[in-house]
Nanobody, 125 residues
């Protein structure tokens, strides 16, 4: 069992930056693929970024590529999402998720086994 707790959300102006962090419990964190997802107002939850167990491979949604960076620290059992050049369209609740599947990073949401409660990010214009 893995428990995930997100932090770092808040209100930021367009063009600004924000760093989200996800802290995981459990000794097997280093074996999980980790992902970030978001759900904007009136929208379905969508994929944002994923990172492999070693941190050596990453995958991003086209909408955030070049602006967001996902990273992980297996010693601390954390995964971060550095967000830059934020846009009002980035406004959403951001969720951290863990997947036991060690396959390709491009995968459906239902292949993620554990989810955090989410943290709100609001980007004002």
């Amino acid at each position: 069992q893995v428990q995930l707790v997100e932090s770092g959300g808040g209100l930021v102006q367009a063009g600004g930056s924000l760093r989200l962090s996800c802290a995981a419990s459990g000794r097997t964190f280093r074996t999980y693929t980790m992902g970030w997802f978001r759900q904007g107002p009136g929208k379905e939850r969508e994929f944002v970024a994923a990172i492999g167990w070693s941190g050596g491979s990453t995958y991003y949604a086209d909408s955030v590529k070049g602006r967001f960076t996902i990273s992980r620290d297996n010693a601390k059992s954390t995964v971060d999402l550095q967000m830059s050049t934020l846009k009002p369209d980035d406004t959403a609740v951001y969720y951290c998720a863990a997947s036991r599947n060690t396959g390709p990073l491009r995968r459906p949401q239902n292949e993620y086994d554990y989810w955090g409660q989410g943290t709100q990010v609001t980007v004002s214009s």
